[in-house]
Every structure is written in C-alpha cells, then in structure tokens.
C-alpha cells in the first residue's frame, strides 16, 4: 500500500481490545489495516485510532502521511497517547521517523532492532482480518494507486515529455513523407524534385500546382522556384514523365498531409514554449525550451534533472559515446544535447567542452530552482554564462598544441574462439614435432 507504511504492517484484528499491563513510557506505533495501533514494550496494546470512517478518508489520510503532511486524526491520536504517558515512539522505517518528528513535534525515533518486531509478528500471528476487512484494505490501497497516478498526471513535467516525444515523432514522420515526397514526384518533374532543398517549399509546388504545365502557368509558384535557385526554364526541358490525373491527385494529397503535419508541428513548438513558462521558467529563459524540454524527456522529469549533478546534465544525450568511452579507453564526450546551445556549437572545438562545463551547472541551479522556488533568475544565470564565455574566448583563444594519443593496452584476456584457436595450431605444431 504504502512503501513507508507496508514495512511495518501487523495483522492485528481491528476492533480487537488487548489489556494494557502497565504504563508503558515507549510506545511503538503499527499501522492495521485502517487504523494506527499502539503498543507497548511488553506488546500490550496502549491505545487505537481509526484512520476514517470510509475509504476515501482512509485512502486521504494515508496519501497525507506519504506527502509528508500533518493530518488531525494522527496529531489527535498522539496527544492522547502523550497523556497517557508515552514520552517517545518507535516506528519501523526510518524516514517515517523523521517525518512524524518533523511534522508533530514528539520524539519519534527508528528502531532498528528487528527481532523486536519479528517478536511483535509471532505475537499476533493469530489474528487475522476478515473478509469484509480484507476487501476494505484492498479498496483502500487501490484508492491509493488511482490518487498517486492523478498526482503524478497532474505535474507539468509530464505535459513536456509528451509533448516533446510527439513532436519527435511527427518529425520522423515528416522526414519519411519528404524522402517518399521527392521520389515520387521526381517521376514527373525531377529537375524540381531533387534541386528544392526546403521540403516545405516543394510540398506546396506540388499541392498547389502538380503538372509541370499548371507550374509553369503560376507566377507565384514560379517565384518559389526562383527563391530555391531553380532556373523556370526547366519547365519547357523536363526529362520527367508525363502522369496521369489519378497519379498526381494521390501525390498532391501526400504533399497536402506533409503540409498540415507541418501546420501540426508549428502549434506544437508554440504549445511547448508555453508550458515550458510554466513548468520551468528558469530553465527556458536560460537554454530555450526546446533544449530545456530535451533535457526534461532524457532525465525522465523536472525533479530527477534537479537531482543530478552539473556533470551528468553535461553529457545528457550521449551515452553511447560515454560508455563506449569507458569500454574502449577513447576519450570521453565532453556534450550531449546542450551542444545544441548556440554558444557551444559555434565556439571552436577546444572551448565547446569548457563552456559546456559552465552551462551545465547554471542548468542544474535553474532546474533547482523551477522545481523548488519558483523564483525567476534565468536573466542572471544567462548573464553569468556569457561573461564565463567570454573570459573563456580571452583566456583561450587559441588551440592547444595536440600530443600523440598512447597506445591503447592490450587486452590480455582473448576471446573463446581465438583461444580456442591458439590451443589447436599448438596442437598441430606439436603433432608435426612428433612425427
């Protein structure tokens, strides 16, 4: 149910009065089913709290205690059992602990002692729920898995990653209908299909004008064409094909999907820099949101970035190349995808790597700070950045001198099959001796 929780969960029956022997001083706090129970060292019951009257209630106060809010019916139960006299509590998991410390003010301590509760277990290894209170604890805990799957739908983190992963896709898809775009077109009129670099502009050529003769009849299609460095001329020497209508109908409405996959992927990139100034403010005015929002998808979320150092956020994107790296002995990336970031891209090879340095720890304040604060300072980590550049292109602005790479070392374990392979010539050799 709850992974703080579960670790000290007892079969206790609820509702079940155990006499209390003494005025015990610690009391040791297990939760049952739907209420908090309460023992004492020598496992007499001290006194027992339900955590609500329905599921909904159980399942609130429950997703309270793992948010690590204070909830009333609990600080209720733990003044009455101050009264009683119990001074200091002990609870199994130790975060649980410091949380119920931090939150109602009592000595709440870990006990790591576990044959305490193993003892506590075999002492109430007879008690078991009934049915109906095991179908309650079951709704309780789905009630539980449905409020953290809301929670977890509900950060704006993950509107970035859909976001952004279907905008890759659509980008795949654009690239695969251009390729088939251009082949198919360059049927008819070839000496367009494959001299118009810009796929947007050869899409609309080909969804507004098609034939050769409708192109050559359109000023306006005939000035894209000029715009892509292609002579007009081209029109009257075309070594293309003449096609059919039913031909040119299928290839134009290809054109036309390429098109409004493109009008798809434009309010994709709007919608994207709009949630991107709500998620993380900090991190967009620093690096834009399209590498922000990459870098959101490759730590898997906005509070797994915050987490991460300055010097993995620096290779974020090429893992393969890290790893290879470390496998083969070459040198290590010294980027992933903040290269992307203008400065770094555009600076000469021997300062990208220092840069990149510098970038990735104003990444990790700014995604620290979206994450916690909330407070903008993108203009002031922006401004730190350019003027550590510049004191980098000053500092640096010529190339080191290069020096010979050494030798890689020798693996001195060889494969099966080469070894395998050694073993049978000496074999042979040794055979030929003989002989």
Not at 64 to 75: E, F, S, V
Not at 185 to 208: C, K, Q, T, W
Not at 300 to 310: I, N
Not at 413 to 431: E, I, L, M, Y
Request: aromatic share 6%.
């Amino acid at each position: 149910m709850l992974s703080k929780l579960g670790s000290f969960l007892l079969p206790v029956l609820p509702g079940r009065q155990y006499p209390c022997r003494c005025k015990a001083m610690n009391g040791f706090l297990v939760l049952s089913g739907s209420e908090f129970i309460c023992l004492g060292e020598d496992f007499s019951k001290i006194g027992q709290r339900k955590l609500g009257e329905s599921i909904e209630e159980v399942s609130l106060t429950l997703n309270r205690i793992r948010l690590g809010m204070k909830d009333q019916r609990i600080n209720d139960f733990i003044q009455e059992l101050t009264k009683k006299g119990v001074n200091q509590f002990f609870v199994e998991d130790a975060s649980l602990a410091n949380e119920f410390a931090r939150i109602y003010e009592v000595k709440v301590l870990h006990y790591e002692d576990v044959s305490v509760w193993r003892r506590m277990r075999q002492e109430f290894s007879g008690f078991r729920l009934s049915p109906q209170e095991q179908q309650e604890l079951h709704d309780v805990a789905v009630e539980l898995s449905r409020r953290a799957i809301r929670e977890v739908s509900q950060q704006g983190d993950q509107l970035v990653i859909q976001a952004m992963s279907s905008l890759d896709d659509v980008e795949k898809v654009q690239n695969l209908m251009a390729s088939r775009l251009r082949e198919w077109y360059g049927l008819h009129f070839p000496e367009v299909s494959h001299r118009i670099e810009d796929a947007n502009s050869l899409a609309r050529i080909i969804s507004e004008g098609g034939h050769r003769e409708t192109i050559r009849e359109d000023r306006n299609l005939q000035n894209i064409l000029i715009e892509a460095h292609v002579n007009p001329e081209v029109l009257n020497q075309s070594m293309g094909a003449d096609l059919p209508d039913q031909d040119m109908v299928l290839i134009q409405g290809l054109a036309r999907q390429y098109l409004g996959l493109q009008e798809f992927r434009d309010n994709l990139e709007k919608y994207l820099d709009e949630i991107m100034q709500e998620v993380a403010p900090n991190l967009r005015g620093l690096i834009g949101p399209m590498i922000g929002a990459r870098l959101i998808v490759l730590a898997g979320g906005l509070d797994k970035l915050a987490r991460l150092p300055s010097s993995t956020i620096q290779v974020l994107g090429a893992e393969q190349a890290l790893f290879r790296a470390l496998k083969t002995g070459a040198k290590p990336p010294k980027h992933g995808v903040i290269f992307q970031y203008t400065s770094i891209h555009s600076a000469p090879w021997w300062q990208r790597g220092k840069i990149a340095r510098i970038l990735a720890g104003k990444i990790a304040i700014a995604a620290r700070i979206d994450l916690y604060s909330g407070e903008y300072i993108a203009d002031q980590l922006k401004q730190n950045v350019q003027s550590r550049i510049g004191e980098i292109k000053r500092k640096y602005p010529t190339a080191p001198k290069t020096t010979s790479k050494p030798p890689s070392k020798p693996s001195h374990r060889k494969s099966s099959k080469k070894r395998r392979k050694s073993q049978s010539s000496q074999k042979t050799r040794s055979r030929r001796r003989d002989r």
